[in-house]
């Protein structure tokens, strides 16, 4: 007589007969339901997570690019010749021109940056003022966005962009005028006289960064160089690569472009130690939740030893009539791992569904809680960003059907092993 194959149909049948045991019967059903929502709970825990870390991590990375230099370009301090302390680029423009000669250098643009005091009806607020070329400014993407900005932005030249927390802060808008006041001014014979200028307001923009939208102005390179005393030189060059996330490769070929003399700091430098504690927390929630996982699949455990407990004299029949112990044991890994199998389903719908529909959930999060559940002084963004990566998902799935299989298997085991006439004795 030839054996059946494995998980044969019969094998199927049996399985499913007693996942569909009622309470009656041992309460098999209860924790069968038990383990399938502990197990759905522990997946859609675990993809929201990575979610939510992805896209945290993209929106910050996404900010810092899309509104700041991947690269700056430097230049190491000297004495010039009233003996004072010079940092400035004599000759900026020669420079630029070496630094866009490297393949995959996709713009350099010259600054002039400042910290000055900004008033405007009676308010106050600190900010860092960045000269740079209108041209240069229309190619920064989060701070030339139509979708984001207000204004004209090709009204630039004739006056100042500032971030969207600073025109809140002075109570300004599109067209209002803004006074910087600057204490490194004009130098007289009473020492040196802070200046004080007022400008049009052209352009709001909003980087979606709370730190730049709250303390950055963006001034015409021209007028910031009279501004500020840097006239025919520049603080630092902008540079922007074609690869961000491999920046690094870029610093030797630029480091060789401008000679020695230059220093070069990189966006990755600039938070390293963001982006460090971002990957060391995501690793650490990864092991946290997988060991949710782990304790919501030892409920499968708990519901397979109560039906095998349950099954004894069941199991004595089967093999009396010729089951093998393969066959057994199938029987009883089709359970458990059926209940492994749409529990991860199950949590990986709840989960996608959370990442897709995060904006409505958390609004009425913010809502039931009374607002300022979510503080952008704090967490630098203005919302919680998710981002399904195909990834993330499957390796949630992966985990969970790789711990609900194995799980399954020592129970089965023990089925398989059950003496026939041990179990039929006392029936």
Known sequence: MRNPPPFAPFEWMIAWRYLRARRAEGGVSVMTWISLVGITLAVFALIATLAVRSGFR??????????????????????????????????????????????????VAPLVKGQVMATANGNNAGVEVFGI????????????????????????????????????????????????ISPNGVKTAFGVSPRVKSYTVTWIFTAGRYDIDRTRIYMPFTEAQLYFNREGVADELEVIVSDPEDVESFVQPVSEAVGPGALIWTWQDASGGFLRALEIEDNVMFVILSVLVLI??????????????????????????????????????????????????????????????????????????????????????????????????????????????????????????????????YE
């Open 58 to 107: 993209a929106e910050f990375v996404d900010t810092i690019l899309g509104s700041n230099a991947h690269m700056t370009v430097y230049s190491t301090t000297r004495t010039d010749e009233a003996g004072n302390p010079d940092r400035t680029i004599a000759d900026y423009e020669g420079m630029a021109q070496q630094v866009e000669r490297v393949p995959f250098i996709q713009r």
């Open 296 to 425: 919501a699949t030892m409920n499968i455990v708990s519901g397979l030893i109560m039906l095998v407990k349950n099954k004894g004299r069941d199991i004595g029949i089967l093999r009396t009539m010729g089951l093998t112990e393969g066959s057994v044991m199938r029987v009883f890994f089709i359970c458990g791992s059926f209940t492994g199998i749409i529990g991860t389903a199950m949590g990986v719908i709840l989960g996608c569904l959370f990442a897709i529909y995060i904006d409505p959930i958390f609004a009425f999060v913010n809502y039931v809680a009374g607002g300022g559940v979510w503080d952008p002084s704090i967490r630098g963004i203005y919302a919680l960003p998710a981002q399904l990566q195909m990834a993330d998902v499957m390796s949630a799935v992966m985990l969970s059907l790789g711990l609900s299989f194995v799980v399954t298997i020592f129970p089965a085991r023990r089925a398989a092993r059950l003496n026939p006439v041990e179990a039929l004795r």
């Open 133 to 180: 070329a209108p041209d240069d400014l229309k190619a920064i993407p989060r701070i030339a966005d139509p979708e984001t900005g207000r204004g004209d932005l090709d009204r630039f030249g004739e006056g100042v962009a500032i971030g969207s927390g600073v025109a809140m802060m002075l109570g300004v808008g599109v067209g209002d005028d803004v006074k910087l």
